[in-house]
């Protein structure tokens, strides 16, 4: 099974400022990856599908780059909508494998 | 606008079975493959299974194969996922979700099951 490990576990941010998140992913998953955006108490949010791919309603400031094993979720210019837990997941190869996530809070 | 609401979900002891359901509306259910993605209580998320749009092929994680059984009635846009011979484990919440064609796009709200004496 693909392992997908996420960097940072918690990252630490001021509103307006710049986040970006790391997902590695144990072997070659080609751009077959998602991001996933949960709010406390919430169900999971589609935000980006084949690694870059902006989903439905997803506004410009989230963005996505990485092929391979190597994937970048930056945001921009953080919100307070925003601060949440992100997930990253590969469907390259079954079982689908999701990272731990990374918690964006307030700094 | 597409809807998943999943039911089923409570209270059960350990070795015990429960189904759930997720009522599908808003899309044409059946062009659509399917799953369920649980998340234990504070921690990750986890695929653990998948249908096609025709019911013709499922899959598995070896965690929970041979007691999980995903199915689905596209007469009544509806999805199940049988669970036997449940483990303290299994305890999470489970969201039914839309596959496009392999990652999630939509989901549900959640159904919670606990394995508990």
């Known amino acids: 099974e693909i392992v997908m490990t996420q960097s940072p576990a918690t990252l630490s941010v001021s509103p307006g400022e710049r986040a970006t998140l790391s997902c590695r992913a144990s072997?070659?998953?080609?751009?077959?990856l998602a991001w996933y955006q949960q709010k406390s108490g919430q169900a999971p949010r589609l935000l980006i599908y084949?690694?870059?791919t902006r989903a439905t309603t997803i506004p410009g400031r989230f963005s996505a780059s990485g092929s391979g094993t190597e994937f970048t979720l930056t945001i921009s210019s953080l919100q307070s909508e925003d601060f949440a837990v992100y997930y990253c997941?590969?469907?390259?190869?079954?079982?689908?494998?999701f990272g731990q996530g990374t918690k964006v809070d307030v700094k | 606008e597409v809807q998943l609401l999943e039911s089923g979900g409570g209270l059960v002891q350990p070795g015990g079975s429960l189904r759930l359901s997720c009522a599908a509306s808003?899309?044409?259910?059946?062009?659509?493959?399917m799953g369920w993605v649980r998340q234990a209580p504070g921690k990750g998320l986890e695929c653990v299974s998948v249908?096609?749009?025709?019911?013709?092929?499922?899959d598995y994680p070896d965690s929970v194969k041979g007691r999980f059984t995903i199915s689905r009635d596209n007469s009544k846009n509806t999805l199940f996922m049988q669970m036997n011979s449940l483990r303290a484990e299994d305890t999470a919440i489970y969201y039914c979700?839309?596959?496009?064609?392999?990652?999630?796009?939509?989901w549900g709200q959640g159904t919670l099951v606990t394995v508990s004496s």
């Open positions: 979700a839309r596959l496009t064609p392999y990652y999630v796009d939509y």
């Open positions: 808003g899309f044409s259910f059946s062009t659509y493959g």
């Open positions: 249908i096609t749009g025709s019911g013709g092929a499922t």
């Open positions: 072997q070659s998953v080609a751009s077959n």
């Open positions: 084949g690694a870059s």
């Open positions: 997941q590969q469907y390259n190869n079954w079982p689908r494998t």
